[in-house]
């Protein structure tokens, strides 16, 4: 896969090749970024529940630790490969790098299909990973964190077997764990009420009123449901969500309690009384002054970038805005807030829940949101700083606070003469 637009590695590795050259950083900067300093490829052998040996091939890379140890989920998926996780290990480098986090980035994953394991393969193969990557992970080496098909159980599998292995708890080696074992107040919610933050942010460094803004929501899972819970609770009005079956709007506005509580009941949003239905294309073009995609990737083209009416587009899907699109709401003036920091409220609650492991005293909720409300806007404001000073997009520019954090801290440990 020759093709940068294909491979992720390869386009990871344009990006901070841009960014190197935009900020004039000696050449050491990207010789020292294209390219995690540590990739382990591991044998996973389990016993399957009858009795036969499956060995699955699993993954962990280590893009750089020059702010502090690697930091980056764990997913189990059958298109699991060396590439994606390299490229994922330096996206989470620039992810933490620009929320301020002591971390470089890290990723991991199995290549399997976890429904076609039982739970007590999924548990045999989780403490099997774990024992054959324990040397180079821990809370001052690396530490893994839930990501696609993983959840909280999963973890508590593997730090239960991490610190069997070192005859001592050890929860601050893994994040997203269950609350009884260290787990952080406000984790579930941390994605969707941080990708708000971020956006309310970006309004008040434009100048929009967001107690009087109008948002849209493609999306209405977990990320997109506490977005749209924190827009209200905020003072901004939804007037259309949406799920895998479609839409429902309200020029007047939703009650999102209540669309939850339809939802929990009918399984998804469409029919919805107090509303008219709307397809999902349709949400993305509405006028709006918030436009929140937070379903899947792509949706955001070339073909109906053009008709995008919203001033700030915030990223709460992963990748939900192709590259030719998000030049043309550049060009637009259109504010793209993008995923790599408005889906970083996780990342950074994990933090949060890495610092209570550590000092063992655990924050209630509200201290959670307080504490991440502080770190979005610095890192909004950060991001907005450097397009001004360039000229660039806002993804752009969150390139450039994060490697220029990481040139500063290479530079400084002495890795760049």
């Known amino acids: 896969m020759a093709d940068s637009s294909l491979n992720p590695f390869l386009r990871a590795q344009q990006a901070f090749k841009e960014a190197v050259e935009t900020l004039n950083l000696e050449p050491a900067v990207y010789e ?57 290990s330096m996206w989470m480098t620039v992810k933490c790098a620009l929320l301020g986090l002591p971390y470089g980035g890290g990723k991991g994953g199995i290549a399997c299909d976890p429904e076609q394991l039982s739970e007590l393969e999924l548990e045999r193969l989780s403490r099997e990973y774990i024992r054959s990557i324990a040397s180079v ?25 991490y610190s069997r292995i070192r005859g001592e708890n ?12 260290g787990g952080s107040a ?35 899972g977990n990320v997109g449901s506490v977005a749209a819970l ?34 929990q009941v009918h399984r998804n949003v469409t029919g919805y009384p107090q509303s008219e239905p709307i397809a999902n294309a349709d949400v ?21 970038a ?15 805005t192709t590259e030719e699109a998000d030049n043309i709401l550049f060009e637009k003036g259109v504010m793209v807030v993008p995923d790599i920091l408005a889906n970083a409220g ?31 806007g610095a890192a909004i404001e950060a991001m907005h700083d450097m397009h001004e000073h360039y000229g660039v997009s806002l993804r752009r520019a969150a390139y450039l606070v994060a490697v220029d954090r990481i040139a500063q801290a290479m530079r400084v440990r002495g890795w760049l003469r």
């Open 346 to 376: 996780g990342v950074t609650v994990s933090y949060f829940e890495w610092v209570q492991n550590q000092m063992r005293f655990y924050w209630t909720e509200e201290e959670v949101f307080r504490r991440l409300e502080e770190m979005m």
């Open 32 to 88: 020292l970024l294209r390219q995690p300093l540590r990739f382990f490829e591991v044998a996973v052998p389990f016993i399957r529940d009858d009795g036969t040996l499956q060995v699955f091939t699993g993954y962990r890379a280590h893009h750089n630790d020059a702010l502090g140890p690697t930091k980056g989920g764990l997913r189990f998926h059958p298109d699991v490969n060396a590439d994606e996780v390299k490229a994922l």
């Open 137 to 161: 992970i821990g809370p001052d080496k690396d530490i893994p964190a839930p990501d696609v098909s993983t959840n909280p159980q999963i973890m508590a599998w593997m730090v239960d077997e």
């Open 306 to 320: 053009g008709r995008i009416r919203a001033r700030i587009v915030g990223e709460g899907a992963n990748g939900p």
């Open 284 to 304: 993305l073009e509405l006028p709006v002054d918030i436009l929140i995609p937070a379903a899947l990737e792509n949706v955001i083209t070339a073909d109906n």
């Open 230 to 263: 924190a827009a209200t609770e905020l003072g901004a009005r939804v007037v259309s969500v949406s799920d895998k079956e479609g839409g429902i709007f309200n020029p007047d506005g939703l009650d999102i309690k209540d669309v939850l509580a339809y939802k």
């Open 170 to 181: 050890t929860f601050g080696m893994i994040t997203g764990k269950p609350l009884v074992i």
């Open 186 to 220: 406000g984790r579930v919610e941390a994605t969707g009420r941080g990708l708000l933050l971020a956006v309310r942010e970006m309004a008040r460094q434009i100048n929009i009123d967001f107690t009087q803004s109008r948002v849209a929501i493609q999306g209405f």
